[in-house]
């Protein structure tokens, strides 16, 4: 698909990714199994067998556990995962749902739902919104979607001082709708109205790219390593202070990026004692 060429595609494309950050109620429907195996509890709808859940996780769950180690390790509370057998049981169980829905988590339960068939980067996705919400619950918008962004585009098949690409979305909106990602002021969205579609969609990719050039910097590793002992914290504390001349400074910088971006970089100051 040409992105550059369809502009509606693109819409399409980021609306998926960010209607699953949604929260819905959800009831164990009648004929669901429970299942305990290593890394999770598991909820699988009917007709789904536990030899299934096991033959899926086998090849799912070691990227996601690299994902874990490298971004979240003090998490060690075992995840619930909701498993639909695939996008249209998906659909046809949550009817209220968005018709162009992937996956989503579940705030209240602290649960991912997704089908079984959904690609890799959905589940990482979903599972990144999951960890970030044990580490801090009420982490802005701007930092809970676009560390999912960030995570969802993110290759466990390189090292984690190794290059990574900026997920192909975001670059299109830093190469076409530039100003729609700069920011004026150090405002990140706190939150989205999902009514008003057009804003959310640009502060989804904002959040995004914005994310992606902190990593570039070793910045959301340090976010990261921050976070446990300061769940409450703002996200960008231990990196500006809270100083209104190093927040002013963090804007340019980004800036700057927007003009000159590197879609495939790797993380400045990682090393022996800043792994990430
Ligand atoms: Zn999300």
């Not at 209607?19 to 195996?37: A, H, K």
């Not at 988590?105 to 068939?117: F, K, S, T």
Request: charged share 25%.
């Amino acid at each position: 698909m040409n992105f550059r060429q369809n502009p509606t595609v693109l819409a399409t494309l980021l609306l998926v990714f960010l209607v699953q950050c949604r929260g819905y109620s959800y009831r164990l429907l009648q004929g669901w199994n429970r299942y305990e195996v290593d890394c999770c509890y598991v909820e699988a709808e009917e007709g789904i067998s536990l030899d299934q859940v096991n033959s899926e996780l086998q090849w799912k769950w070691p990227e996601i556990q690299i994902i874990h180690d490298r971004f979240f390790p003090d998490v060690d509370s075992k995840p619930v995962l909701v498993l639909y057998k695939n996008q249209e049981s998906y659909r046809a169980q949550l009817g209220d749902l968005p018709q162009n829905l992937l996956a989503h988590y579940e705030l209240q339960r602290r649960a991912i739902h997704v089908p079984l068939d959904a690609p890799a980067s959905v589940w990482r996705h979903e599972m990144a919104h999951r960890y970030l919400h044990e580490l801090s619950p009420s982490a802005p918008f701007w930092f809970q979607e676009g560390l999912a962004r960030f995570i969802q585009g993110y290759s466990t098949l390189a090292g984690p001082c190794d290059r990574q690409s900026m997920e192909g979305e975001l670059q299109q909106w830093v190469l076409q709708r530039k100003t729609d990602v700069a920011i004026k002021t150090m405002e990140l969205p706190g939150n989205v109205d999902f009514k008003d579609m057009p804003e959310a969609l640009k502060k989804s990719a904002l959040s995004g790219v914005f994310v992606y050039f902190l990593w570039t910097r070793g910045d959301l590793q340090r976010i990261l390593r921050y976070l446990p002992s300061n769940p409450k914290a703002d996200p960008l504390y231990p990196i500006t202070g809270g100083e209104r001349g190093r927040m002013e400074e963090l804007r340019q910088r980004y800036l700057d990026f927007l003009e000159n971006p590197v879609f495939q970089a790797a993380p400045a100051k990682c090393g022996a004692d800043a792994a990430s």
